[in-house]
């Protein structure tokens, strides 16, 4: 099979009218199915549930976007099991027709993509910029992970004795539970799944309650593209009914997770007991969240780290594992770059996100975080100064205002506790020694920045500056697929580094065969 090069996903260009006029089209058209029932899918059949998942937009928390299933715990025995059954015929599939289909499924997303960009900026609130970006990690996933399984599944020859062939090669783990976040309930889930069903394995999903009807659509998509039943099945459902139990079955030989460290450590302590049902230890592959800083010395170029702040501590409200909440500043220009900050945070445009190509603040996820957040920002008011924002936005919705603190304490709550929100606090240092201890100063170690233009420096943030993603002179947030592969240290996950060369690793194991060569002779030749 020939297949070009990998490229990264374009994000659109809305100064091309006929870019707006195709995403306010699809708005439109989504807004004609609000309401609309989203089964299970479960081996192939649409399964229609007692209960039902009612998902809101949280810009207009009156709006119902769709209502799905909401599965128990004997569909998700039935999903298992179908699961289990496709797994005979699917590991068994060639590398090539399991990429064939990663491809196609990327080519429909890729035709479709102002539909679900539609769906994102209503059911979670993403601006136009974040909700095409988002598809395009989610095209990347499928044509970067369709490329490494074309590799990654040959024969590799091992050091050959006289009478002996030796060889090594990757086999898939089984059925497996993919549980995905609803910050890229589209990108994330595409790229867990695919990645595993790419490798042959068969997996069972449950996405977050927030955002079931975008991932109702994915399955939708690969159905189109050719995934047979069984391979993949959804089963949305409610963490407290289903949660513990998809992730302790006794047929699931991995978990794959992306969401916040409490869960992901308790899931981790699940799977971690042996059960006498099982004969492996389940495979985990987690991302968890972060602490993350962008430290900005003396050197730097302010304008600069200002705009990287900025981008990467508010956009999407925050609500990125990635996002920057710490600003540790060298106080000889602290008071500089906090006004260059609070002069660009102050410009920031605020709307419904589905309205317009220009919007940047829009909602919080749901109810939940909009109540913790603004929790969050009233504990900050006790330890540090409010310089910025601190407040709801008064429109319908969760929407809060972009919030920045001074003269925050590294070792305080707004120096360690993740917000996940759209907060961020300045902690001023006085060289760049305690920069670095700051820096490494939490539990987490996911994505990093350094503004600096000492060569030095930047080398010692190389090895000392404890994180999975680290990114000098430029923002924290925004990591490509096969160019910046994702995943932290620490508390932030397994450092699974998704959209890497070898990350499908996560889903396969080694496998070495090795056979005695026995020479057979003619008749009548030889002794």
Same mark, same amino acid.
């Given at each position: 099979?020939?297949?070009?090069?990998?490229?990264?996903?374009?994000?659109?260009?809305?100064?091309?009218?006929?870019?707006?006029?195709?995403?306010?089209?699809?708005?439109?058209?989504?807004?004609?199915?609000?309401?609309?029932?989203?089964?299970?899918?479960?081996?192939?059949?649409?399964?229609?549930?007692?209960?039902?998942?009612?998902?809101?937009?949280?810009?207009?928390?009156?709006?119902?976007?769709?209502?799905?299933?909401?599965?128990?715990?004997?569909?998700?025995?039935?999903?298992?099991?179908?699961?289990?059954?496709?797994?005979?015929?699917?590991?068994?599939?060639?590398?090539?027709?399991?990429?064939?289909?990663?491809?196609?499924?990327?080519?429909?997303?890729?035709?479709?993509?102002?539909?679900?960009?539609?769906?994102?900026?209503?059911?979670?609130?993403?601006?136009?910029?974040?909700?095409?970006?988002?598809?395009?990690?989610?095209?990347?996933?499928?044509?970067?992970?369709?490329?490494?399984?074309?590799?990654?599944?040959?024969?590799?020859?091992?050091?050959?004795?006289?009478?002996?062939?030796?060889?090594?090669?990757?086999?898939?783990?089984?059925?497996?539970?993919?549980?995905?976040?609803?910050?890229?309930?589209?990108?994330?889930?595409?790229?867990?799944?695919?990645?595993?069903?790419?490798?042959?394995?068969?997996?069972?999903?449950?996405?977050?309650?927030?955002?079931?009807?975008?991932?109702?659509?994915?399955?939708?998509?690969?159905?189109?593209?050719?995934?047979?039943?069984?391979?993949?099945?959804?089963?949305?459902?409610?963490?407290?009914?289903?949660?513990?139990?998809?992730?302790?079955?006794?047929?699931?030989?991995?978990?794959?997770?992306?969401?916040?460290?409490?869960?992901?450590?308790?899931?981790?302590?699940?799977?971690?007991?042996?059960?006498?049902?099982?004969?492996?230890?389940?495979?985990?592959?987690? &991302?968890? =969240?972060?602490?993350? #800083?962008? +430290? *900005?010395?003396?050197?730097?170029?302010? !304008?600069?780290?200002?705009?990287? $702040?900025?981008?990467?501590?508010?956009?999407?409200?925050?609500?990125?594992?990635?996002?920057?909440?710490?600003?540790?500043?060298?106080?000889?220009?602290?008071?500089?770059?906090?006004?260059?900050?609070?002069?660009?945070?102050?410009?920031?445009?605020?709307?419904?996100?589905?309205?317009?190509?220009?919007?940047?603040?829009?909602?919080?996820?749901?109810?939940?975080?909009?109540?913790?957040?603004?929790?969050?920002? &009233?504990? =900050?008011?006790?330890? #540090?100064? +409010? *310089?910025?924002?601190?407040?709801?936005? !008064?429109?319908?919705?969760?929407? $809060?205002?972009?919030?920045?603190?001074?003269?925050?304490?590294?070792?305080?709550?707004?120096?360690?506790?993740?917000?996940?929100?759209?907060?961020?606090?300045?902690?001023?240092?006085?060289?760049?020694?305690?920069?670095?201890?700051?820096?490494?100063?939490?539990?987490?170690?996911?994505?990093?920045?350094?503004?600096?233009?000492?060569?030095?420096?930047?080398?010692?943030?190389?090895?000392?500056?404890?994180?999975?993603?680290?990114?000098?002179?430029?923002?924290?947030?925004?990591?490509?697929?096969?160019?910046?592969?994702?995943?932290?240290?620490?508390?932030?996950?397994?450092?699974?580094?998704?959209?890497?060369?070898?990350?499908?690793?996560?889903?396969?194991?080694?496998?070495?065969?090795?056979?005695?060569?026995?020479?057979?002779?003619?008749?009548?030749?030889?002794?």
């Amino acid at each position: 099979m020939y297949v070009p090069r990998f490229t990264n996903e374009p994000i659109c260009d809305y100064a091309n009218s006929a870019n707006v006029t195709a995403a306010k089209q699809a708005v439109a058209d989504l807004r004609t199915t609000f309401d609309a029932y989203h089964p299970a899918r479960i081996g192939g059949l649409e399964v229609v549930t007692e209960k039902s998942i009612v998902s809101t937009s949280p810009a207009r928390p009156d709006l119902i976007i769709g209502r799905t299933a909401s599965c128990t715990k004997a569909q998700v025995d039935q999903a298992i099991q179908a699961a289990q059954d496709a797994f005979a015929t699917w590991s068994r599939t060639t590398p090539d027709a399991r990429a064939e289909i990663l491809f196609r499924l990327a080519a429909i997303m890729r035709h479709r993509r102002f539909e679900l960009l539609a769906i994102l900026s209503y059911e979670i609130g993403k601006d136009w910029y974040e909700a095409d970006a988002e598809i395009a990690e989610a095209i990347d996933f499928c044509e970067y992970y369709g490329r490494l399984a074309l590799t990654h599944f040959q024969y590799a020859p091992l050091t050959r004795l006289p009478n002996e062939d030796n060889c090594y090669h990757y086999i898939p783990l089984g059925v497996g539970v993919v549980i995905s976040p609803w910050n890229f309930p589209l990108a994330i889930l595409a790229g867990m799944t695919f990645a595993a069903v790419v490798s042959g394995n068969t997996v069972v999903v449950k996405p977050s309650s927030d955002t079931p009807v975008i991932a109702s659509k994915l399955f939708e998509m690969a159905r189109e593209a050719g995934i047979p039943d069984g391979v993949i099945n959804l089963t949305p459902g409610s963490g407290g009914e289903i949660g513990d139990y998809i992730v302790t079955h006794p047929q699931v030989r991995f978990v794959a997770f992306t969401g916040s460290a409490e869960v992901g450590l308790r899931i981790n302590e699940f799977i971690a007991k042996p059960d006498p049902r099982r004969k492996w230890m389940t495979r985990y592959v987690s &991302e968890m =969240g972060g602490k993350n #800083a962008i +430290l *900005v010395d003396e050197t730097a170029d302010l !304008d600069a780290a200002s705009s990287g $702040i900025v981008r990467s501590a508010f956009g999407f409200q925050g609500q990125k594992c990635s996002a920057c909440s710490r600003v540790i500043v060298d106080r000889r220009v602290k008071a500089k770059l906090l006004d260059l900050v609070l002069e660009k945070a102050r410009k920031l445009p605020v709307a419904d996100p589905w309205e317009d190509c220009c919007v940047f603040i829009g909602p919080v996820a749901n109810k939940g975080a909009y109540r913790d957040i603004l929790q969050a920002i &009233e504990t =900050g008011k006790g330890e #540090a100064r +409010l *310089v910025l924002g601190g407040s709801r936005i !008064d429109r319908d919705g969760y929407f $809060i205002e972009p919030t920045l603190f001074d003269n925050a304490r590294a070792e305080g709550f707004l120096g360690q506790t993740e917000i996940f929100g759209p907060v961020a606090a300045f902690i001023e240092v006085d060289s760049f020694d305690q920069a670095l201890d700051v820096a490494n100063g939490t539990q987490f170690g996911l994505t990093g920045a350094l503004y600096s233009q000492s060569i030095d420096r930047l080398d010692r943030a190389r090895s000392e500056f404890h994180v999975g993603n680290l990114y000098l002179n430029r923002g924290c947030t925004g990591a490509l697929v096969g160019v910046h592969p994702f995943g932290g240290f620490n508390l932030s996950g397994t450092d699974s580094k998704a959209g890497g060369p070898d990350y499908l690793l996560n889903f396969t194991q080694g496998k070495t065969t090795s056979e005695r060569v026995t020479v057979l002779r003619a008749p009548g030749i030889g002794v």
